[in-house]
């Protein structure tokens, strides 16, 4: 049997965190009634670098998002929940405000940069309804920052078209568009945390 | 301080807020849209290249609530207008409560390719230059091609390099070295009228100078130059020795715009050159060669009018590269240079007024070349063209007795 020395528990000590931190999942998942939704997506940050440097001088970025579910790694996805995000940044208050323009049209204020992102993922919500809970799946968050032609495609007359903003998912981000993804699996929806979660903010 | 602050207040309805979208443009959902825009600051370099029009939009959004898209289409016309590579808006916080403040930061172009000439002329043919720059900070360098045969007696091929810092230590004081080396080639009538007047310097085959020169902003419409030129220049006889030109050069600029009025805008450039050659600058030529320029325009609406006076005169003896011609792109147009004086001359004296109307232009030159000691014959031509931004065709008639073949010209940045 080893001997446990000083150095052994040093190892562990520092070891253990980064291990723990390299097998946590990238999306962390919850059961609420019928939905699937966002717990965290501890790696995924679109808050940062050059959006966040643009937000800061005053600019209006549109983020999109796409959460869906896949009974295989890569497959078509099965069941998509999607949204379009508007954020700015308040150059007095310096807090972030963010509307949904999606399905339901919703906005909340004086955010900082964390809480902004948590209620985007907070607000994606996929529909599990004649979903088997004991087969295992592959769950997928996926945001772009929209430029000028998925704007066009996916902002219409009549307002926000979700058939075209599921297209503009089905097609790979440009070369220049920033992107950010998250994905876990396999999991078993049966093996979730089951959550009521508060109703929706905004 | 750095930028310049436009701060005119305007009354009167949102500039933007006729057909937008309710649900559909993120102005509603800018959290800054609460807020009144203070002030617009643009770099204080770059503001004499905005237009009246984008200026006075700039100066729209100055008391209106902040509208992002109001400001993206502001600063993609600025991008636009300046060709650079980015114009960036930032909103600050503004002096005052609920007040914001509108930055544009200008992010040049690092690597910018031009063609600062291209003209076919239907009696000197082709003339034409590109340049290719590198930029990197105030820092320009730029190898460019050209062959020219408009400007001058010759027609000069050959390579151009140039190094620029457009901030040394201050924002009023630029540094320019210009290295060309061009081979050249003569016209018939040059070769046959150099051979019949000993008076003017010989001809060349290949011409090298080398121009340091150091502009000072005295102040915003005055500017001054200093600097030298080294010419060294291969005669076109085996056997001779390389000969030089070299002189001292200072220039002075003025340039103003003036608004308001009965009209819109009215703009005023004047400047003098001279290029002094003498044997204590190891010259084999001494000379000093005098150059004025005055130009005013005066615009409204889609219509403007020009008058733009050159006055030349040559003391000494200087090369045929230094002498003044008339029958170029731009004076005296639709005669032929070489017709009027082959071997160019030491007096000049032209003017030229021109009329626009949108894309349509009409001119009217006039003007006299001669040496010392000759008589002074006035010449004129008359002329009609097209101009969109740097393109041009346009169609010149000398005026004269007998038969006048007009002469036809196209092209840009001429």
């Keep these: 049997m080893h001997k446990v020395t000083r150095r052994w528990w040093l190892a562990a000590s520092f070891g253990a965190p980064l291990l723990v931190g390299l097998t946590a999942p990238s999306l962390q998942l919850c059961v609420d009634g019928d939905d699937l939704r966002i717990v965290a997506a501890p790696t995924l940050h679109f808050l940062s670098d050059k959006p966040l440097e643009k937000l800061k001088d005053g600019a209006t970025l549109v983020f999109l998002a796409q959460f869906s579910l896949s009974t295989e790694v890569n497959a078509p996805a099965i069941q998509r929940a999607v949204d379009r995000f508007v954020m700015s940044y308040d150059v007095w208050e310096e807090k972030f405000s963010v509307t949904s323009t999606g399905v339901e049209r919703a906005t909340v204020s004086h955010l900082s940069a964390a809480a902004a992102e948590y209620w985007c993922l907070d607000h994606l919500a996929l529909g599990i309804d004649g979903v088997a809970a004991d087969k295992p799946l592959w769950v997928k968050l996926e945001m772009r920052a929209e430029d000028a032609r998925d704007q066009a495609a996916v902002v219409g007359q009549s307002g926000i078209s979700i058939a075209r903003l599921i297209e503009v998912f089905s097609n790979p981000a440009r070369a220049q568009q920033m992107r950010w993804e998250a994905s876990v699996g396999p999991v078993r929806l049966a093996d979730l945390k089951r959550e009521r979660r508060s109703p929706r903010s905004g | ?414």
């Design chain 2, 1 to 414: 301080m750095k930028c310049a602050l436009i701060s005119f207040l305007i009354s009167g309805a949102s500039l933007w807020g006729g057909n937008q979208e309710p649900f559909l443009q993120p102005v509603e959902f800018n959290v800054n849209s609460q807020y009144t825009v203070e002030s617009v600051e643009v770099p204080r370099e770059v503001e004499s290249g905005i237009s009246r029009g984008l200026r006075q939009d700039l100066e729209r959004l100055i008391g209106q609530k902040f509208n992002p898209i109001a400001l993206d289409d502001v600063a993609r016309r600025m991008r636009d207008e300046l060709n650079v590579r980015t114009v960036v808006p930032r909103l600050l916080r503004g002096h005052r409560p609920d007040h914001v403040r509108i930055v544009l930061d200008v992010a040049g172009k690092r690597v910018d390719l031009s063609v600062p000439k291209f003209l076919y002329d239907s009696t000197q043919g082709l003339n034409g230059a590109v340049e290719g720059t590198v930029i990197a900070g105030d820092n320009r360098f730029t190898a460019g091609l050209v062959s020219n045969g408009d400007e001058l007696v010759e027609r000069y091929s050959g390579i151009r390099f140039r190094y620029e810092d457009l901030k040394l230590g201050t924002n009023r004081v630029r540094l320019r070295f210009e290295f060309d080396s061009y081979h050249e080639q003569w016209n018939g009538s040059t070769l046959k009228a150099i051979a019949q007047d000993d008076s003017v310097p010989g001809l060349y085959r290949s011409r090298q100078n080398f121009e340091p020169v150091v502009t000072i902003a005295l102040a915003k419409p005055l500017t001054v130059s200093f600097g030298a030129s080294f010419q060294r220049f291969d005669p076109d006889i085996p056997g001779e020795h390389p000969q030089s030109a070299n002189a001292a050069i200072t220039a002075v600029h003025y340039e103003r715009q003036f608004e308001g009025g009965l009209t819109d805008e009215q703009d005023l450039a004047a400047g003098y050159s001279l290029r002094a050659a003498t044997q204590a600058f190891d010259s084999n030529y001494g000379y000093a060669r005098h150059r004025w320029e005055v130009r005013y325009t005066i615009a409204s609406g889609r219509q403007s009018l020009t008058d733009d006076a050159v006055a030349g005169l040559i003391t000494g003896n200087a090369p045929l590269f230094e002498r003044f011609q008339l029958g170029t792109s731009t004076m005296l147009r639709g005669w032929n240079k070489w017709e009027i004086d082959p071997l160019g001359g030491s007096r000049v004296v032209h003017n030229s007024v021109e009329y626009r109307y949108g894309l349509f232009e009409a001119f009217y030159d006039a003007g006299a070349i001669w040496d010392s000691g000759e008589d002074v014959l006035v010449r004129h031509s008359l002329g009609v063209g097209l101009r969109k931004n740097a393109f041009q065709v346009a169609m010149a008639f000398p005026v004269k007795g007998g038969r006048a073949s007009p002469v036809f010209m196209v092209g840009m940045n001429y």
